[in-house]
T-cell receptor, first 115, second 115 residues
Framework: DVKVTQSSRYLVKRTGEKVFLECVQDMDHENMFWYRQDPGLGLRLIYFSYDVKMKEKGDIPEGYSVSREKKERFSLILESASTNQTSMYLC??????????????FGDGTRLSIL | GENVEQHPSTLSVQEGDSAVIKCTYSDSASNYFPWYKQELGKRPQLIIDIRSNVGEKKDQRIAVTLNKTAKHFSLHITETQPEDSAVYFCAASKGAETGANNLFFGTGTRLTVIP
């Protein structure tokens, strides 16, 4: 069974802090994704990575950066946290498409509060 | 980019009745349509998916239909049970040359099954 593990379930930080959210998957998946989930807005893609050291912007990358130094680990970085980044953050992974789209598997999420 | 709309945003049904959730998409190149169920406080989990080369797929009480011409797809849950209560998300993807299967999500439907 695919296991996507996010380092924290709950996190409270202060405005202006640099915040790191970590995600690890154990299925040797090529693709990893970071979403934020807000009521009424669904899941919105922040960044994704399709290989080590490769990254691409999603729909809402402003205020965020990512790092993928190892295949199994994908980090989301809030360079200078702001209150509008208070949200639920979900990490997901999937194998490379090949000839067919593959489903994404999600972690449990990190509920981040910025005070 | 792709735009996925989902309706209704909330749905209440009596136990044993059927529930239908509808989604439309804008990009005719989309070819993969998963549905996720998210119970309160838990991760989104894939419940069923359909690819553009089929019009319908069924798994026990759950079925999904796809109309490529109209660019809409629907989730059907029959004989609903209280444990079906959750938020359901539809998504669409066309994949990419990188092998990353970016998913574009609807805004979710909160289904409540009344015992």
């Amino acid at each position: 069974d695919v296991k996507v593990t996010q380092s924290s379930r709950y996190l409270v930080k202060r405005t202006g802090e640099k915040v790191f959210l970590e995600c690890v998957q154990d299925m040797d998946h090529e693709n990893m994704f970071w979403y934020r989930q807000d009521p009424g807005l669904g899941l919105r893609l922040i960044y994704f990575s399709y290989d080590v050291k490769m990254k691409e912007k999603g729909d809402i990358p402003e205020g965020y950066s990512v790092s993928r130094e190892k295949k199994e680990r994908f980090s989301l970085i809030l360079e200078s946290a702001s209150t509008n980044q208070t949200s639920m953050y979900l990490c997901a992974s999937s194998p490379s498409m090949g000839s067919r789209n593959q489903p994404q598997h999600f972690g449990d999420g990190t509920r981040l509060s910025i005070l | 980019g792709e735009n996925v709309e989902q309706h209704p945003s909330t749905l209440s049904v009596q136990e044993g009745d059927s529930a239908v959730i509808k989604c439309t998409y804008s990009d005719s190149a989309s070819n993969y349509f998963p549905w996720y169920k998210q119970e309160l406080g838990k991760r989104p989990q894939l419940i069923i998916d359909i690819r553009s080369n089929v019009g319908e797929k069924k798994d026990q009480r759950i079925a999904v239909t796809l109309n490529k011409t109209a660019k809409h797809f629907s989730l059907h849950i029959t004989e609903t049970q209280p444990e079906d209560s959750a938020v359901y998300f539809c998504a669409a993807s066309k994949g990419a040359e990188t092998g990353a299967n970016n998913l574009f999500f609807g805004t979710g439907t909160r289904l409540t099954v009344i015992p």
